[in-house]
């Protein structure tokens, strides 16, 4: 939608039945595409016939799924010169070394990074340096401003003096919220009307609601599950906490700061490169309920601090991580990119694939 706004054509190609198509702007052009596999031959035949007949300059891949999709349409497509292949990559997860997905991510010529942390993983895989572009995910911080508050206290019942601490994130192990937990039951020893919320829904909802129980839990720690008015209500925490093990960058995290939250987060993946430690919040080792703990007493005893911490992490998101910046950095890849691949037409290739048709497929995605 950024890049129609800036005066690109683009068309979205995604399943006519998922979130993107419910999101997708009125009057952006959309190819619905639903491949019942990861190399499904049918699906990507009808996704290269769509790029003959369109010849697009770049193919924009957006999860391993539709890397998949993309570099098996384009290696039966007879465009030439050949559409450049771009991924997004973001998260911080090793890629698979299947002979398929080892296909696959040949046939990319290059990986657009959310982070800096992203881009050190892949680069760490064997992936050439000259493939690897970094550019920050950005949020529309526009849209948080202009979302209504929604009161926490009021919707959970909460007592109307009790400091929020709130994590928003999918329940699944690399998100942490059990350390979060641990430490909820030692924080509320020093400050009992401290109540924790953590939204979000996942496999591991009952493993944590048991957690809850066994510590005794269940009048501080509360888990509603997915809201769609999840940006409504971290307008009303205190303390914002992103637990993970692993995060690529942590756009709740941006929403946070957008919203004017203090951070505790971990040092893990492209965290650091958000939050700035002492200034817009604090940062523990990830997996550590003890450090974590400490951080969370820390500020729940100096509002200053927090309010301090608030207004740089506002002025830090506006700065750094806007949507705006992230799509202009974007087009300045795809002019890069595109440039290379005119000039080394008939010279070689700018990197697998570019000139020229894409290599053919394995059989299967098996090992």
């Known amino acids: 939608m950024g890049l129609r706004a800036a005066g690109e054509r683009t068309l979205l190609v995604a399943h006519p039945d998922g979130e993107l198509r419910r999101r997708a702007a009125e009057g952006l052009e959309f190819i619905p595409l639903a491949p019942s596999h990861e190399l499904d031959l049918k699906a990507g035949w009808k996704l290269s016939r769509l790029v003959n007949r369109t010849r697009p300059d770049i193919v924009h891949a957006h999860d391993p799924h539709a890397v998949a999709m993309a570099a098996v349409a384009l290696s039966m497509s007879t465009v030439q010169p050949a559409p450049v292949l771009v991924a997004s990559r973001r998260v911080d997860f090793r890629l698979k070394k299947n002979s398929f997905s080892r296909w696959k991510y040949r046939q990319v010529d290059a990986f657009i990074c959310a982070s800096e942390a992203i881009a050190r993983v892949l680069e760490s895989g064997g992936i050439g340096g000259s493939r690897v572009f970094t550019i920050h995910e950005g949020i529309d911080v526009d849209r948080v401003a202009h979302t209504p508050a929604v009161s926490v206290h009021e919707t959970l019942w909460l007592p109307s003096h009790a400091p929020i601490v709130g994590n928003i994130g999918a329940l699944v192990e690399h998100k942490g919220q059990r350390h979060l937990i641990d430490a909820a039951a030692q924080v509320v020893r020093e400050f009992p009307d401290t109540r924790f919320v953590i939204l979000g829904e996942g496999p591991l909802r009952g493993a944590l609601e048991h957690q ?156």
């Open 212 to 367: 809850v129980k066994a510590l005794h839990l269940e009048k501080h720690v509360f888990l509603p599950g997915f809201r769609v008015d999840a940006i409504g209500l971290l307008k009303t925490f205190d303390i914002f906490v992103m637990c993970s093990e692993m995060e690529g960058l942590g756009t709740s995290i941006l929403d946070a700061m957008a919203a004017g939250k203090p951070i505790v987060g971990t040092e893990a993946g492209g965290i650091p490169e958000v939050v700035e430690h002492g200034r817009t919040g604090l940062l523990v080792p990830p997996g550590d309920s003890h450090r974590l703990t400490e951080a969370i007493l820390d500020l729940l005893g100096n509002p200053a601090k927090r309010e301090r911490m608030a207004e740089a992490g506002w002025r830090r998101v506006r700065e750094r991580f806007t949507v705006e910046q992230m799509i202009e950095g974007t087009r300045k890849v795809y002019r890069e990119l595109l440039g290379l691949r005119d000039r080394s037409r008939g010279a070689g290739t700018l990197s697998p694939g570019v000139a020229g048709h894409k290599g053919q497929p394995p059989q299967s995605a098996d090992n």
